[in-house]
């Protein structure tokens, strides 16, 4: 295999210099002519009838160009899942009820901000409150108020069942029968929020040709044209999602947003462009928070470590519509399975509606959660038993090639290797159960801990394939037409270097095109964690194209045959006799000349599981669900103060099979933020809920990472997979995997520090020092009524 | 987000600044470096007639006076109040207070004035209640309060660093007003009610802070405890200001607590016990346990009462500890 | 709406825009001017996203009253790169890896600017404290201490002598 010159190199991002330099272009920043301010009417009550709704005062505000209510709409839902068994259920705008806090109700567009406020508070909406609930074991009561009717599948006597995950293999009640040693334990992940730092915004504009153009923050556009399309009534032709940058997404902007709808439908009214951009409070407070898990699990293993079977109940908590709560609760299955062997598992899942605002995918939507409780346990487990919490892992770890019960092979995996780097290079078993063995009194106490997780890469979903469009300029520089999405991930610079390594050319010689529904071919987006390994092949199949053409010309240009041709360096020349060779300008200049003009485009397409008709089923988990896995193991040491309770992170250690990386930088910086995300969901951020409503709607408040809290990041690369020009590659994932086994690890180095076992997250001060027995009973009439 | 309409009045010295509160009373409001009023008119808790910007009067350097006190403008911003010389050397704690606030960016534009005149904050108070908290609490001019449900007061918290520091320090404001200028103990600004926490009228304005010579050397020190370690608001802080005689005794000792309540706190008992004795690491740790026991912190955003006592009493202890080495090393 | 002719200087052009009292120098920057650089992650001065420098010092625009610079030196994002050549902290961002999404990036470079203008050899703390009112959700700031380390390297190496942060 020769040298690689693209791949595989830390080259710096093609988008940049545009961002270093603030040109880069987001939605917010769109601008038109006779552009209104669109603002939202959110509902102030987490459930109730909508009575009536008056707009007529609102209308009268100089300024306002229309107001906009469920009844002009065309009444159609939308919802991140739309299957036969859970159809969308979310409207654009509320139709007769409110569910939650914040839920869109009525939207105006003015010429400016204050005659759109003026008007919002002008609109007269009669609500009569309906009895809520916000507790998820509380909303499946018999005799809980109900916020939707149960699932129809669904047969148990709960109330407010969005829907169901259920599937098991083997018999797990011969299997805790024959374990020598059984245990049960319940795991809380709590509410967390994306904290991306770009707001929600969408710039809409009504053509008078009939065309909606749309600028929106989002994580993929076409679905977003998808769903705009079908919600507002119109041919998927007639709206265009063109290309801005994205300021991070981490799951908060997949589907569609009302206020997107509102933009679109507004334009259409007033024939002007409307812009619509929320503000922080609102994206705190009535925009997507993550998903929280309940998870109670029980596992019996033989006296040495080994697996034998594991029982899972999964309650998640989606919010007032189903949100992507039906998906979390399959994918819970799927991140509980992945890393290690289990001969018998029973698994169940409930998602259950609450008052509360809806939910989303957040950064590993799941395996954080489950990672935590199965790895949290594994820890527990090993020393009940007196095993080394290294040799566990190894012990119970998937190997290569491995069949998964769903049918699915893990292929390459380098779970082993990691676990031993991870291991090996943070000297982890020379530490790890030697602080708590040592009596101290010392206020600062450090411990380590491993965790190991394993994340899919690609899966099907609407789009369900990338296409990619090569086309050679006259100058022999390329174009390179791509749907893949920018939001920090780096697609275009990854997509970029694939094409310059297939065709040996500088990276500057490639001009990107992306993103836009109308100029680009499809793409997968990026919220399903299969851009280097899908969008990625469909480069390569391009550019391939194109390097194939050259070489036809090439073959005749030189009167030599292709076997004896070497492509490199922008041209085409003949063994041994470089200065027999034809650059590229004169080969498409050739084609031109000869062959009827072809210009010479390449087009490449990509699909994973190219068999399977579509995802697996959510519901029973059957189904192939994706053709490459990556996995990792990652280690933390932490410092506790056991006076404040206060928890840091000194060290963050992971050893990571990615497959190979395309671009060694954007990994590790890759790995680096999910550190940082771990981290925050440990020790610091929360969202505050009361009866729907926000406490903490701002960074002050929710304590986002900043960089005091940076922890080194170290990063151990097993490498299991290989690029080769010309032959289709397998690479994994990188974007979504490293938020999970590191938060694992940070519970069990906790535990390793001050033998605190924590079971819920955050692992707040007061939850450390109430295990420390530090803590005087909590007085709950300190503050005079 | 957008900031209400109002009419802007920018006064070109503290005279001036005087003569439009004074015209304009409750209808206008002080901007100093913006950083809390322009915070709190976006979310349209405040939203004055007149805003007056006192950002084109210039501030003096901070300074000694003919009296050997420390004089520092309130204009001054937190970056210069870091940054001096004159600070470092004869009231350090009110520097190392001043560079906890928030962010660069913000004590780049907040003054001390500013910061000692923070209004009280709660989570329900802070944000926006366009969708969220229809009905108006206490703090907003209405009848009910969402902290505690039933209650029939306001319980919003101060949280400003620099005032804990300079209560620790004895220090005295200034006053300006069209009557002319009066002086008091820092402590008379503060009003203990969280819904209106700063004792001065609308037409009045502090021109100056005042630190008086202390004459011995003393120990200072002022410790945050925070979530992240910066950009925060405390959930506890606390100014410790130890001075001793020749012969090693404690002539006085100033522990304050600060984000506990609607104005600083001095832990007068954990004072008391330390005043006139040789202090040792074991009278330290029992002042400490004291100030968590005399101190009764107001639970706020989202802290236990009983997490909250237990952080006065281990930063009490570290202000404590560091006033008592720097004392030494001096 | 009563507007009043308000003077800026920004990136060493002058310009005079008429504007009501309540128009903050963000939106000033945005919405008048064009600079779209700038940006609004918060509006309520806990992102640092807006960071600009006003005379060579850090502040938030987005609670800067437009009105009140009049007299001083606003450099933005657009404003630092000098006929197309990227600064020593602009060529370390890039370098680094520092930058993913982009949207801190302004802010971020600008407070780092200002940190390297004013003391080019900052202690571990010095850079703390002079970036921690810039939030990143992204990078996990680690590379961004990288760049920051770097662009020490490139200012105080005899090639990077006079050169600029």
Known sequence: MSELEYVGRRVPRKDGPEKVTGGAIFSVDVRLQGMLVGKILRSPHPHARILNIDTSRALQVPGVKAIVTAADTPGIPHGFVETPRYPADQPTLAVDRVRYVGEEVAAVAATDHYAAEEALDLIRVDYEPLPSVFDPLKAMEVDAPEIHPNHPKVKEPYRNIAGKTETAWGDVERGFAESDYVRQDRFESHLRTHGYLEPQATVASFEANGKLNVWTSSQGPFIKRAKLARTLGLPLSSVRVQKAYVGGAFGGKIDLFSHEFCAGLLSMKTSRPVKIVATRQEVFCAYRHGQPLIVEVKTGVKKDGTLVAQEYRVINNPGAYRGSGVVVIFLAWGFAMLPYRIPNLKYEGYAVYTNNPVRAPQRGHGAPQMRFAAESQLDMIAEELGLDPVEVRLKN?????????????????????????????TGFSEKCGQRRKAASSERYRRGIGMGVSSYFGGSLIYPNSSSVIVKMNDDGSVTLLTGALDIGQGAETVLSQIVAEELKLPLEEIQVIAADTETTPVDIGAWISGGAYVSGNAARVAAEEVRRKLLEIAEEELEASKEDLVVDDKSIYVTGSPDHHRTYRQLVEASIRKHRGDSIIGEGHWRTMRDEPMHPSLATTKGRWSENYAFDAQVAEVEVDTHTGMIRLLRAVTAHDCGFPINPLLVEGQIDGQVSMALGHAFMEQVLMKEGRTLNPNWLDYHMPNIHTLAPSEHIDVITESYEVGRPYRTKEVGEGYVSAILAAIANAIYDAVGVRLFSTPFTPEKVLKGLGALARSDENDTDV | MHLPRFKLLQPRSLNEAVEFIDRYGASARLGAGGTDLFVRMKYRVASPEYVVSLKQIPAKAPSIDENGALSVEAL???RDVVRSDVVANRAPVLAEAAHTVASAQIRTMGTLGGNLCLETRCLYYNQSHTFQYVEPCFKRDGDRCYFVPKGKRCWAVFMGDTAPALVALDALVEVESSAGRRTMPIERLYT????????LSPAEIISTVVI????????????????????????????????????????????????????????????????????????????????????????????????????VEVITEDALSLAFERLVIR | MNKNIVALTVNGEEYDLALEPQVTLLEALRDHLGLTGTKEGCGTGECGSC???????????????????????????????????????????????????????????????????????PSEEDLKKALEGNLCRCTGYNKIVEAVHQAVETISSPEGEGRQA
């Open chain 3, 51 to 121: 960071t600009v420098l006003m005379d060579d010092k850090p502040i938030l625009s987005c609670l800067t009253l437009a009105a009140d610079c009049r007299g001083s030196q606003i450099v933005t994002i657009e404003g630092l790169a000098q006929g197309g050549k990227l600064t020593a902290v602009q060529e370390a961002f890039l370098e680094k890896g520092a930058v993913q999404c982009g949207f801190c990036t302004p802010g971020m470079v600008l407070s780092v600017t200002a940190l390297l203008d004013e003391n080019p050899q």
């Open chain 1, 397 to 425: 770890a998937r190997q290569s090639g491995e069949l998964l019960p769903n049918g699915d092979n893990v292929h390459n995996c380098g779970l082993s290797d990691c676990i031993k780097e991870a291991a090996k290079s």
């Open chain 2, 76 to 78: 001054t911003t937190l």
């Open chain 2, 192 to 199: 203990h009610d969280s819904l209106c926490p700063v004792s």
């Open chain 2, 212 to 311: 008086p010579a202390s004459g011995r050397r003393t120990g200072e020190a002022f410790v945050k405890s925070s979530p992240r370690g910066g950009l925060d608001f405390a959930i506890v802080s606390a100014a410790a200001v130890l001075e001793a005689g020749d012969d090693g005794t404690c002539s006085r000792a100033a522990v304050v607590l600060g984000s506990i309540a609607a104005m600083p706190v001095r832990a007068s008992q954990a004072e008391a016990l330390l005043q006139g004795k040789v202090l040792t690491r074991d009278l330290i740790q029992e002042a400490a346990r004291t100030a968590s026991a005399e101190i009764r912190p107001v639970m706020h955003h989202g802290h236990s009462a009983s997490y909250l006592r237990r952080c």
